[in-house]
């Protein structure tokens, strides 16, 4: 398989970042949401799933005594399975088919009950890794300018369908599971402030374009995805060395915050099979992912 230049650029710096000495680390876990919505020929979903999310992270560290600086943030994500609700979307394919004499609008419309309960379940893993330059560097803080890539993998459960009626037009839908994987490329900038001596607050932002492909179990496999990658985090990091007068505890720290990313992935031509026929039409999705977390780290 020939990788694409975004997908080297993602997979060197993800190596690059695994090969750098450890000086800090820091380990956080969040709770939040996962947003999902997908619209392609006959279904549409649109659920928010409740997901914890571990994450490694090192969102700013100088090499050496220079203003360059390498960053890293690894998360994985998981949801319990829940039931939600999801709708089946009547498309107007009026023509009718050979043999049936109906059309697809009038199946869908005489056949499926809406909503239709399924049990959804989503996890994954999203690494973003970059390197920058300090433009502005003090004893207080700084601000920086860089670049970043890295990789997405989210996977989605769709199940459990109740379909009682809608044989003909709805066998394809036993399951509706979504494997997703993209390579990133794009630029970020960083900034923080000394506010006390124990108190630092820290805010980032990236964005990136998006390339790889979407495995799915009604559409098919190997689906072209192209698109916009964004991320926004803001944290506060606490150190009690300095807090409680603990000089033993001086590389030490806690850290709060808040981090939302989403995927917007560009329309694509996808084809559903349904029963003997083939429906083109155009699949559209995006995620969202908002995390409140707490966590704990280390300066080495």
């Given at each position: 398989?020939?990788?694409?230049?975004?997908?080297?650029?993602?997979?060197?710096?993800?190596?690059?970042?695994?090969?750098?000495?450890?000086?800090?680390?820091?380990?956080?876990?969040?709770?939040?949401?996962?947003?999902?919505?997908?619209?392609?020929?006959?279904?549409?979903?649109?659920?928010?799933?409740?997901?914890?999310?571990?994450?490694?992270?090192?969102?700013?560290?100088?090499?050496?005594?220079?203003?360059?600086?390498?960053?890293?943030?690894?998360?994985?994500?998981?949801?319990?399975?829940?039931?939600?609700?999801?709708?089946?979307?009547?498309?107007?394919?009026?023509?009718?088919?050979?043999?049936v004499n109906s059309s697809l609008t009038d199946l869908v419309a005489d056949n499926t009950p809406l909503p239709v309960p399924a049990d959804y379940r989503i996890h994954g893993l999203n690494v973003d890794v970059g390197m920058g330059y300090d433009m502005v560097k003090t004893p207080k803080g700084h601000i920086g300018m860089g670049v970043n890539t890295g990789v997405s993998t989210p996977f989605m459960e769709v199940r459990n369908f109740k379909l009682a009626t809608a044989n003909f037009v709805m066998d394809a839908l036993d399951t509706f599971d979504t494997d997703i994987t993209t390579y990133k490329a794009g630029v970020s900038v960083q900034g923080s402030y000394q506010a006390t001596p124990w108190l630092e607050v820290a805010g980032g932002a990236s964005l990136n374009h998006q390339t790889g492909e979407m495995d799915n179990g009604i559409i098919g496999s190997g689906i072209d995805m192209e698109g916009t990658y964004r991320t926004v985090e803001v944290s506060a990091k606490i150190r009690p060395a300095a807090l409680l007068h603990q000089p033993t505890l001086k590389n030490a720290f806690i850290s709060i915050g808040h981090t939302q990313s989403r995927w917007d992935y560009d329309s694509a031509e996808v084809t559903t099979p349904v029963g003997a026929f083939n429906v083109p039409g155009v699949m559209d999705a995006d995620f969202e992912h908002s995390s409140t977390f707490i966590g704990a780290g280390y300066d080495f």
């Open positions: 398989m020939t990788l694409s230049s975004s997908q080297s650029l993602a997979l060197a710096g993800i190596a690059w970042a695994s090969a750098l000495p450890a000086h800090a680390l820091e380990l956080r876990y969040g709770s939040g949401d996962f947003d999902m919505g997908m619209a392609a020929p006959l279904v549409s979903m649109d659920a928010t799933l409740s997901v914890d999310t571990l994450t490694l992270a090192e969102p700013h560290k100088n090499l050496g005594d220079s203003r360059l600086y390498y960053q890293f943030r690894a998360d994985y994500f998981d949801s319990d399975t829940v039931n939600k609700m999801t709708d089946f979307s009547s498309l107007p394919l009026r023509t009718k088919l050979p043999g």
